[in-house]
């Protein structure tokens, strides 16, 4: 069974640092990895979504890689801000699972002081 | 505005009640799917449906229940059977046609079992 893990379980950096935030999982046979933004009460934003033969994708002061083999996923956010504060939650898509059915982790929530 | 409205944002109940989640898109998506968020946990999947009056149990199916009768509609019903429903509800979409796996969540719905 996929298992999904994120740490550290919280992060707290000052305005201007970088953000990296950690995503591993067990089963390498993955369609896609996603990043979500979820705000406190809130659903969840889409960020970035990484296909398996995908090494990284970009959006702006975000960039997320993926090494499938060693079931590893990065998150960058470049030169935080205060409005970067969130949790953030990575997901995945096994190849054997019907679309959607997506293996969560439990989440990284980032403060970002100013 | 597309987008997936789900009602109430909170509910409170009472032991031995059943209460129904309302979850409404009009992104003219195919697949629709129930995950429940505990505090500390990832999402994990109660149903889904990819097509009408057709549903899926997830992982943690047990005293819930669902119906698809048409393609906007995906109520979720927590039964008294559910013996911990506390918890953040989120209701999301998926249009087949569309990347696997991008799927678009509504806003949640929180269930406090008084």
Redesign the interface.
């Not at chain 1, 009460?41 to 889409?46: A, N, Q, R, V, Y």
């Not at chain 1, 019907?98 to 989440?107: H, M, P, T, V, Y």
């Given at each position: 069974k996929q298992e999904?893990t994120q740490i550290p379980?919280a992060l707290s950096v000052p305005e201007g640092e970088n953000l990296v935030l950690n995503c591993s999982f067990t089963d390498s046979a993955i369609?896609?990895l996603?990043w979500f933004r979820q705000d406190p009460?809130?659903?969840?934003?889409?960020l970035l979504?990484i296909q398996s033969s995908q090494r990284e994708q970009t959006s702006g002061r975000l960039n997320a890689s993926l090494d499938k083999s060693s079931g590893r996923s990065t998150l960058y956010i470049a030169a935080s801000q205060p409005g970067d504060s969130a949790t953030y939650?990575c997901?995945v898509?096994g190849t054997t699972d019907?679309?959607?059915?997506?293996?969560?982790?439990?989440?990284t929530q980032v403060v970002v002081t100013p | 505005d597309g987008g997936i409205t789900q009602s109430p944002k909170y509910l409170f109940r009472k032991e031995g009640q059943n209460v129904t989640l309302s979850c409404e898109q009009n992104l003219n998506h195919d697949a629709m799917y129930w995950y429940r968020q505990d505090p500390g946990q990832g999402l994990r999947l109660i149903y889904y449906s990819q097509i009408v009056n057709d549903f899926q149990k997830g992982d943690i199916a047990e005293g819930y229940s669902v119906s698809r009768e048409k393609k906007e509609s995906f109520p979720l019903t927590v039964t008294s059977a559910q013996k911990n429903p506390t918890a953040f509800y989120l209701c999301a979409s998926f249009g087949l046609a569309g990347v696997p796996g991008e799927l678009f969540f509504g806003e949640g719905s929180r269930l406090t079992v008084l």
């Open positions: 999904v379980a369609y896609n996603q009460g809130k659903g969840l934003t889409s979504l939650l997901a898509m019907s679309w959607g059915k997506l293996q969560f982790g439990a989440g | -």
